[in-house]
Structure formats: structure tokens, C-alpha cells
């Protein structure tokens, strides 16, 4: 199993950046594919981006393309996510998520979850 725990949220104007870091506990975090979602009020949750268990591929929704980084330290059991020129848009609930990868014989689907830190963007 794998337990996780964002932080690094908080409240920035638009143009601003934050870090996101996402603490992985438990056994075989280098086997997990892991991604970041993010949830506004009133709207269904997202996927933000993704890397690959290596580090080695990533993949970023259209409208953060160019302006979000996410990275990984499997030595450490980290994952981060870099967000730079903030817009109100970008303001929502940031949860990392970790899907055993089929590379290592898992199944599609993120199994464990953090709790979520908030993200606010004034304009």
C-alpha cells in the first residue's frame, strides 16, 4: 500500500507560482504511476498530469501545458508539481494519485489517494 500527503497549497495572485509536493509512504513507490488531479467547486474532478513510474514520460492536460512541471524522486518517495503563472482558473482542490503500473503487472486505475491542498488564484 501506499499512503499520500500533499502539500504546498495556498492562496498567490495570478502570474505567481507554486510548488506542490506529494509524500508517498509504504512500499514500492517506484512502481507506481502517479498523477495530479485537482477539483473546483461545483465541477467534476480533473487529471492535471501525469509521469510514468521511471520519471521517464509525462503528460500535462491542454490548459497547463507550458505553465505546470510534475517531477519525481523515487529515491525519496516524492512527487511534485510546479505551477507557474497562476490564473484564477487554476484555483481548486490538488490531489496526487498512484496507479500500480501495468509495467510491473498492475491494472489501469489510480488505488490510493492523498487528502488534498487547496490551491486559491486572485485576480
Known amino acids: 500500500q501506499v499512503q499520500l500527503v500533499e502539500s504546498g497549497g495556498g492562496l498567490v495572485q495570478t502570474g505567481e507560482s507554486l510548488r506542490l509536493s506529494c509524500a508517498a509512504s509504504?512500499?514500492?513507490?517506484?512502481?507506481?504511476?502517479m498523477g495530479w488531479f485537482r477539483q473546483a467547486p461545483g465541477k467534476e474532478r480533473e487529471l492535471v498530469a501525469t509521469?510514468?513510474?521511471?520519471?521517464?514520460?509525462?503528460d500535462y492536460r491542454d490548459s497547463v501545458k507550458g505553465r505546470f512541471t510534475i517531477s519525481r524522486d523515487n529515491a525519496n518517495g516524492m512527487m511534485y508539481l510546479q505551477m507557474n503563472s497562476l490564473k484564477p482558473e487554476d484555483t481548486a482542490v490538488y490531489y496526487c494519485?498512484?496507479?500500480?503500473?501495468?509495467?510491473?503487472?498492475?491494472?489501469?486505475?489510480?488505488?490510493?489517494w492523498g487528502q488534498g491542498t487547496q490551491v486559491t488564484v486572485s485576480s
Open positions: 509504504g512500499r514500492s513507490f517506484s512502481r507506481y504511476d
Open positions: 509521469i510514468s513510474w521511471s520519471g521517464g514520460s509525462t
Open positions: 494519485a498512484a496507479d500500480y503500473s501495468i509495467y510491473f503487472g498492475g491494472t489501469r486505475g489510480y488505488d490510493y
